[in-house]
């Protein structure tokens, strides 16, 4: 959808850098009120088109001229022969805002307008030689690999991303480690997954992430949940190593062994069990770990996400 489009690519934070006019705002804002109705293009003229937004048709006129010689909007005349102002116009935005011709400096993008709520005071300092630091955040002075787990966290579920994307997520990982506690970005992204467009808009909505984040999770403490799972991770990972160090006495087999090692190394074991567990019955030397076990695993769809647990009815 080209509307979809021009929201991804941050289309409102462009359009709020663009520097218009009031008249030109106004008629922008009228478009994109219409494209969330599926309407992508309004017929009308001139003069009712400048009653719709409150402005003088000599000022609607000149605004128009602007958006259309800036490719911002695009209109099409009928009724050429009709006087000025009652001619109709088939007017729509133009989605693709790299299109547009912007005013301002060629080098400032989409992801200058994102508005961060606040920057992490600990051990900020200026990096003036960026060539041999190409590894680490320009403000942070040690290497931070977390932007990385970020990254990956973020691309999960998601197989029909291009080169541009990734590059842009990259960009938006490593300011999310600079401006957030690394420990709730992860929670947050691997929650949300998919419902996430762009780590750009995480960013600059935040607050409201958080505040849809307590309201599924009924406000549970996230280091505390975290932690929890990074405990039961860990008491899977002993009771799998223990079973690997015994694979001679138990007679495990190949692909027995081959389940216990990709448990034991994948980093979410717990949700890797839920899938064994399934094909159990070609496992017969593993029935009596997958009793002992079993309550550890976490079911989970096949994109991933945990399935929630109905509260209990009274």
Not at 18 to 43: D, K, P, T
Not at 124 to 143: A, F, G, N
Request: glycine share 4%.
């Amino acid at each position: 959808m080209p509307f979809q489009t021009f929201m991804t690519e941050s289309g409102f934070k462009v359009l709020a850098m663009a520097r218009l006019g009031s008249c030109e705002y106004s008629i922008c804002l009228y478009l994109l009120n219409c494209a969330v109705s599926n309407m992508h293009e309004l017929i009308t003229t001139e003069k009712e088109f400048a009653s719709l937004v409150g402005e003088q048709e000599e000022v609607l006129h000149a605004a128009m001229q602007n958006l259309i010689d800036r490719n911002i909007v695009h209109v099409k005349v009928h009724d050429s022969g009709q006087p000025k102002g009652r001619q109709s116009l088939r007017i729509g935005l133009q989605y693709n805002i790299h299109l547009w011709q912007l005013n301002f400096d060629k080098d400032v993008t989409s992801h200058d307008a994102v508005l961060f709520p606040f920057k992490r005071e600990s051990n900020v300092r200026y990096l003036h030689d960026r060539e041999h630091q190409s590894d680490i955040t320009p403000t942070i002075k040690h290497p931070l690999p977390t932007w990385k787990r970020i990254l990956e966290a973020f691309m999960e579920g998601r197989d029909d991303v291009n080169d541009q994307e990734i590059l842009n997520a990259e960009r938006d990982a490593k300011i999310l480690v600079d401006t957030h506690p690394v420990d709730q970005v992860l929670i947050v992204v691997r929650h949300f997954g998919t419902r996430i467009p762009t780590l750009s808009l995480l960013a600059s909505a935040w607050h409201h992430y958080q505040t849809l984040f307590e309201e599924e999770t009924e406000k549970v403490d996230i280091l505390e949940a975290r932690h929890k799972h990074i405990e039961l991770d860990h008491r899977l990972r002993d009771s799998v190593e223990l079973l690997l160090q015994q694979k001679q006495e138990k007679n495990l087999s190949d692909e027995e062994i081959g389940v216990l090692e990709m448990l034991f190394n994948h980093r979410h074991p717990r949700r890797q069990l839920f899938w064994a567990y399934q094909s159990r019955g070609r496992y017969p030397h593993l029935t009596e770990f997958f009793a002992q076990n079993s309550f550890l695993m976490l079911p989970v769809t096949s994109s991933g996400t945990i399935f929630k647990k109905k509260p209990h009815q009274d």
